[in-house]
Structures are given as C-alpha cells and as structure tokens.
Nanobody, 118 residues
C-alpha cells in the first residue's frame, strides 16, 4: 500500500502564500499520478490539481489556475502544492491522493487545514 502525509497548512491572510507537501511512503513505485483535493464545510470535495508521477503533465481547476502550482520531487517521494494569491474561498481541508493506475484514487492522506482570512 501507499501511505500519504500532508503538511504545510496553516493560517494566512488573503493575498499570501503557502506551500503544501505530501510525503508518500510504501509502494510508491505503483503511483501513476497524484491529486490534490480540498473540502470546505458544507461543500463537496473538489479536485484542485493533478500531476503525473512521471512526466510533466499537470491539471488545475479553473478556480486556481494561475495561482496554484503542483510539483514533485521523486527522489524524496514528495509532491508539493504552491499556493499563491490565496483567497478566503480557498479555505478548506486539503488532501493529497495517489492514483495507482486503476483510474481511481486509491490512497489518501488525512488532510491539512488551510485557512485564509479576509
């Protein structure tokens, strides 16, 4: 199995930046892609960004394009989400998840809270 641990969340003022990290362990050789999700109270969980474990292909939701950037360091088995120009609407619990090649996200972290104040 793959285990994921998110870190880097916190409280930031609108317009500020945070960098989230997702450290993967276990059978990381099975990872096809990593996804970043977020869920705010009373709202559905939404996909924020994806990045292939091999190659440069990335995806970003329209709501974060131009502000968020996903990257990875395969040597460290870590994926990052750089979040700039944060807005209060970005407030949510952010999760990373691993796609192990079955077309679904098989492994999930426990999440890290991001709070953006006005």
């Amino acid at each position: 199995q793959v285990q994921l641990v998110e870190s880097g969340g916190g409280l930031v003022q609108a317009g500020g930046s945070l960098r989230l990290s997702c450290a993967a362990s276990g059978r990381t050789f099975n990872i096809y892609s990593m996804g970043w999700f977020r869920q705010a109270p009373g709202k559905e969980r939404e996909l924020v960004a994806t990045i292939r474990w091999s190659g440069d292909t990335t995806y970003y939701a329209d709501s974060v394009k131009g502000r968020f950037t996903s990257s990875r360091d395969n040597a460290k088995n870590t994926v990052y989400l750089q979040m700039n120009s944060l807005k209060p609407d970005d407030t949510a619990v952010y999760y990373c998840a691993a796609n192990l090649g079955r077309g679904i996200y098989d492994a999930w972290g426990r999440g890290t809270q991001v709070t953006v104040s006005s």
